[in-house]
């Protein structure tokens, strides 16, 4: 079981970066997809979902307008298009993948390894 979690990067705001997540091995299919961002000392927080069967998504209040999933069910990836960065969007970025969409991280058993998103003001 993977998921791969990559694009994060150093921007300025009012930049984009596209972040991806790839599942690869998952013991059940079309995997609901969330986006966690957590910065040092506080606690991991919903970012983004998506209901991979039923093409639903839901976003945070903070990126909402600002931030975009999609999904290629050909290469079992789901991306984070996120526009207009601000410098609180910093943080380190995970994905995770289950059967039901959660927007709790208890929900998740199943964790990509986090990518950093560095937003200069």
């Known amino acids: 079981v993977q998921l791969q979690a990559s694009g994060g990067g150093l921007v300025q705001a009012g930049g984009s970066l596209r972040l991806s997540c790839t599942a690869s091995?998952?013991?059940?299919?079309?995997?609901?997809i969330t986006w966690f961002r957590q910065v040092p000392g506080k606690e991991r927080e919903f970012a983004a979902a998506i209901s991979w069967g039923a093409d639903v998504a839901f976003y945070a209040d903070s990126v909402k307008g600002r931030f975009t999933l999609s999904r290629d069910s050909v290469k079992n990836t789901v991306y984070l298009q996120m526009n207009s960065l601000k410098f609180e969007d910093t943080a380190v970025y995970f994905c995770?993948?289950?059967?039901?969409?959660?927007?709790?991280?208890?929900?998740?058993?199943?964790w990509g390894q986090g990518t950093q998103v560095t937003v200069s003001s």
């Open positions: 091995g998952l013991p059940f299919s079309r995997p609901a």
């Open positions: 995770a993948a289950g059967p039901i969409l959660h927007r709790v991280p208890s929900g998740y058993n199943y």
